[in-house]
Each structure stands twice: as structure tokens, then as C-alpha cells.
């Protein structure tokens, strides 16, 4: 058996290795002639798989039988082409939802920091309320930040309590948190969800996130409105026509990075491991190995606070500890300086460092640091 894996997906040796011939390649290089002589296919979100490129390598022979992408996202996969030649499919649910709400954590405590407010005080929406958004809304919640959820289908499927609409979310949030699917059609299409009609509506001071995808804002009318007014701020993990990004936009979000905040080393590895057990599954194979045998122990695994630190000053550096999101957003200006925009962008992807989940990292609290321990659990620290 082939199976081309794309090269940045680790443990892939581990899981796919012991079923025959392993071939690595770059992801934004497999096209229709690299699926022609494989059985199998292990992507992440670069590797576009439309029906044109199916087709080319249908009619050239293609004996493709599984694809499975690594990752939470799906729009990169034409599922029903796939299905139409026969071709079976999964994807890893939920497999870096921690890392990312451990990104947005750490963008609203350096944000915090910079513009002199504090996390406690702020009212969140939260629009997609899946893996992502729902982890987020419970670790907030937990911390006794005030949250609104915004989730039509889920509003429609589960009744409307506890669901708000986005323009309550616009009209009565200081921090937007976009954690919505790419959806390009239908009564819940996401596409520019954020249009300039809605980001014209965002009073000034609010914090835009968006860890989603990039389409779902009209990226050119939020730079229109953070050129002109300046009276809003961004944060953007994912960007509309990565890699080549819109450099403007870059220079004017508060935290600027290139797609990376689900790329925790644990994330990564819950994501091969889910396609491991679905391609064995495929297979009808016994798996053996377990997720614990691919995830190292992580480098920092215990850190002791004493008292004197106010709780967003705690949290912040137990997270930075673990990972600083300043890191990303300066790797992103110094690479695409250097090499230009699409090629920094994915050189800061490909060459990312380890990056270990705040829930690996546990806390004793010392003296005078007791008050803290509901926070900090909460937040997603383990306590000693
Ligand atoms: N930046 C990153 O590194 C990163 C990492 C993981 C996931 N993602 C993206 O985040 C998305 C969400 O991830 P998830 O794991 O929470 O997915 P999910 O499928 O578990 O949840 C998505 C939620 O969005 C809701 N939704 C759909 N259309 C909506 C709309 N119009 N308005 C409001 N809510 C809507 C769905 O009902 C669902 O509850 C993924 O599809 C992926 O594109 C990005
Ligand atoms: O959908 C996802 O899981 C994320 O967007 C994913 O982490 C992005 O990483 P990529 O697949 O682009 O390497």
C-alpha cells in the first residue's frame, strides 16, 4: 500500500509507516498527478482537493480510497466528488480546539496588557459554538467572564435559549470571537458573515478575533475601518487568499499571525491520531497504538506562583510560559518581510516550534496565591 502524507503532519511514520510505503510531500504541491499512483491520502487545510482535480486523476487512472485531512476544517475537500468516485473520507473533529482557545486566551491578555484593561471586566460573544467556540464559552464561563453564545443552526436544532443574534453580539459585546465553519452557501452561509455592513456596526473600543477561517470577513472593508477610524482592534489568525495575505491588513491588526492557532504539538498529534484510527478502521485493521504513544512528556510540566500578582498578571504568565502568542505575530512580520508574504507566511507554518497546551502546565499556588485557583482551573490550568 502508498500513502502520501503531507509533510507537516507528524507522528505519521508512527501511525501510517507499518501499512507500506510512506511518501512525504509538501501540502500546496499535491495535485492531480501525485494522487495517480497512491492508495491513500493524509492532508491538512493547503491541500485543495476540488473536483477538477479529482477528475484529471480519475481519467488518469487514480486508485485513491481514503483521504483523511488532520484537521477541524473541511472547505479545502470537495466531499461529494470524493464520494463520487468512491473514495472514503474523515476529518479530526475538535482535534486542536484546546490549542486554539488557549490562542485566544492569550491574545485577550496581551491585548489586555497593552490597552490597560482587564479580562474580568469584558463581555465576550462568542459566534460558532462548536468544538472551538463551545471550549471556549466553558473556559470563560468558568472564570466568571461574561459570555454571549451566537449559533443559528445550533439555535434552530436546540431552541434559542442561550443563543443571541449576531447583531445582539455586535450591538452589546466588547470582544467578538469568530469561530465559524467556511460555509459558502446556504440559509447559514458564512461567507463574509462579517460584512462592511456589520463591521460598520462595531462600536468603538470592541476586539475583533477571528481563529475561523478567513473568508467569513470582508477583509477589506475591516482594513478600511481600522485605517480609517482606528477605533477598533484585530486580531487574525486566518486571513481571505492565504498565504498571500493582504500586507496592509497585517500591519494594521493588533495580533497578525499566520493560521497557526490550533498548531500545538498535542493538537497536531490528536489530529493524525484521529485519521490513523479512521484509516484503520477503513482498513478493518486492530490499531495499536494509543494517542499516549505518540505525545513526548511535555518540556515545562510544573510552575509555583506566590502571592502579589493580580489574576489577568497570573494567568498571563502561566499561558506565556507555555506559549506566547507575541511570538507568532512577530515571526509572521519578520518572515514575510524577509521572503515575501506567501512564502513567510508558510515558512512561519512549516518551521513552527514546539508549542505544548496550556492543560499540560500545572500550577501550585504558594502563599497569598490561593485566591487564585478557581481562576487559574478555570482559565484551563491544571492545579497541584
Ligand atoms: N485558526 C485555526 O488554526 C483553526 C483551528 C481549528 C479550527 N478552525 C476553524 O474553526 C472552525 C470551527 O471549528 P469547530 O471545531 O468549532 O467546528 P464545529 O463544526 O465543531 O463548530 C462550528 C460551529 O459553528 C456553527 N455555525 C455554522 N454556521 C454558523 C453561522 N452562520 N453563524 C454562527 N455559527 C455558525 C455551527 O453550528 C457549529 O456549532 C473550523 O471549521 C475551522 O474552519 C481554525
Ligand atoms: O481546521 C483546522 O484544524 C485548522 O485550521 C488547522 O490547524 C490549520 O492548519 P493546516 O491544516 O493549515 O496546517
Redesign the pocket.
Known sequence: MRILV?A?VPGAEACFGPLGELVRMP?REIDAAALCDIDALV????TRLDAATLDTAGAQGMRLRFVG??????D?VDRAALARHGIAFAS?PG??AE??VDYVLGSLLTLAERQGWRLSERRVGIVGVGNVGGRLLARLSAMGIACLACDPPRAEVEGLEGFETLETLIGECDVLCLHTPLVREGPHATHHLLDARRIAELAPGTLLLNAG?GDCIDGQALRQRLAGQGDISAVLD?WEG?PAIDPALRDLAQIATP?????SLD??LR?TYQIYAALYQHLGLPRRLGLADLLPPPPLPRLRLQGGLDPDEALRCCLRAVYDVRRDHDSLRRESRRRGMAQGFDAC?ANYPLRRELSTLTVELGDGAQALAPWLQGAGLSLA
Open positions: 503531507d507537516n501540502g492532508i491538512r487545510s493547503i485531512t488532520c484537521t477541524i476544517g473541511t479545502h479530526a482535534c486542536n490549542a486554539v477561517r486566518v492565504e493560521h497557526i492557532a490550533g498548531y493538537g497536531k489530529g507554518r
